[in-house]
């Protein structure tokens, strides 16, 4: 488990420190999400130290440096936040924006950066493969995450048959773990909040034996302990809406790569599906 993936809050606390480094720890621990936010010399300036001792509490907590310190934090602050506290630090942010329907899609354009430069090919190239092989898919995605779960169910229909979600925590899941074999996988999709029941669903997924895949923010995020393999999507938060064009442009990669993969199988059912929409008038 790297430094990221730890509480860095326990961390700070479970770690010797100089006199100094504890005054920025104490700062740190008690101002937790202002400091996410800060720079090294703004948090230096609010914790009464020089800026060198900042970034030496960071390198002596195990990370890279500051920025990887920071990072960690904004990972904590971003699965805590509140829908209330999101909207408002979304409206603080853009009360000095000129159009703030602007500077949101300018926020979706860095979460697609961040997600395509810091993605694990190796392991999206893997769960295309698992996806290929498998004979059925679960898709897990409650509230706001549901409308991602019912596109790459709509997505993968097409290529791999045997490919359901489940949107609501009515016992629709348990029913269709139930037809489940090794061959299996559930995929599980959720971002900050995460909720108690897509935890404990996929959590009910890996103790069945099938593969579980987390589609997911953060290497901090509750689904990634239960995770055969996981992806990850930047969602910078704009406001209480989440910000899912990184998860959308993801899992049109992950739907895209399988339909090539399943060509033989997927182009002979899209011309029987064209002919019956044809027949039935289905588009205008």
């Known amino acids: 488990m790297t430094k990221r993936q730890k509480d860095v809050l326990a961390l700070i606390k479970s770690t010797p420190l100089s006199d100094k480094k504890k005054q920025v720890a104490k700062y740190i621990v008690d101002n937790y999400i202002e400091a996410a936010f800060l720079t090294a010399a703004e948090l230096a300036r609010r914790a009464s130290v020089s800026e060198p001792t900042v970034i030496r509490l960071a390198t002596d907590l195990g990370f890279t440096?500051?920025?990887e310190m920071r990072n960690a934090l904004q990972d904590k602050v971003q699965s805590k936040l509140t829908t209330l506290s999101r909207l408002k630090k979304g409206s603080r942010r853009f009360k000095s924006s000129k159009n703030p329907a602007i500077q949101s899609m300018v926020t979706d354009m860095k979460n697609l950066e961040n997600t395509l430069h810091n993605l694990n090919v190796r392991t999206l190239n893997r769960v295309v493969n698992r996806l290929v092989q498998a004979d059925k898919v679960i898709i897990l995605g409650y509230k706001m995450s549901s409308c991602l779960a019912q596109f790459l169910q709509m997505a993968l229909k097409k290529s791999i048959d045997n490919t359901v979600a489940v949107t609501a925590n009515m016992g629709q899941f348990q029913e269709e773990l139930v037809f489940t074999t090794k061959n299996s996988v559930v995929i599980a999709i959720s971002f900050p909040r995460y909720t108690t029941a897509i935890v404990r669903d996929f959590r009910m997924a890996k103790q069945k034996g099938v593969t579980t895949i987390a589609i997911t923010d953060s290497e901090l995020s509750p689904l990634v302990e239960y995770a055969t393999d996981y992806l990850l999507a930047k969602c910078?938060?704009?406001?209480?809406?989440?910000?899912f064009a990184a998860a959308m442009s993801l899992l049109?990669?992950?739907a895209t790569a399988v339909s090539i993969k399943l060509e033989d199988e997927t182009l002979p059912r899209l011309e029987e599906l064209e002919k019956m929409w044809e027949e039935n008038e289905v588009f205008f």
Request: charge should be negative; charged fraction near 15%; glycine fraction near 8%.
């Open 65 to 67: 440096g500051f920025p």
């Open 236 to 243: 910078d938060f704009v406001s209480y809406v989440d910000s």
């Open 252 to 254: 049109c990669a992950i």
